[in-house]
């Protein structure tokens, strides 16, 4: 059974760095396809960054700003946030991509387990 939980959201201040996480069971590691979506208000989730065997991919909103990485001994799925913007104010889900040998990627239909999301906020 997969289960995505993610903790590390919470209110900071524009410049500030947060790390979010997100402990991951039943995913077999090295085969599936992780990734980090958010939701801001009145908006439709998108992509945010993205981990598989080999690969990453980053939203450009994100990119060289934010850093997706696996800690295989923890389980855990980590993104690493710097410069943090208010109009990176969102609730950030995690996800997992079960079919074997894909690159990263932010295809959201491609998804098959989320987490239940946890929020940043940044005030402007």
């Known amino acids: 059974q997969v289960q995505l939980v993610e903790s590390g959201g919470r209110s900071v201040q524009a410049g500030d760095s947060l790390a979010l996480s997100c402990a991951v069971s039943?995913?077999?590691?090295?085969?599936?396809?992780m990734g980090w979506f958010r939701q801001a208000p009145g908006k439709e989730r998108e992509f945010v960054a993205a981990?598989?065997?080999?690969?990453?991919a980053y939203a450009p909103s994100v990119k060289g700003r934010f850093t997706i990485s696996r800690d295989s001994g923890k389980n855990s799925i980590n993104l690493q946030m710097n410069s943090l913007k208010p109009e990176d104010t969102a609730v950030y889900y995690c996800a997992a991509d079960l079919t074997q040998s894909r690159p990263a990627h932010g295809r959201q239909a491609d998804y098959d387990y989320w987490g239940q999301g946890t929020q940043v906020i940044v005030p402007s």
């Open positions: 981990i598989s065997r080999g690969s990453l």
């Open positions: 039943g995913v077999t590691w090295g085969t599936a396809v």
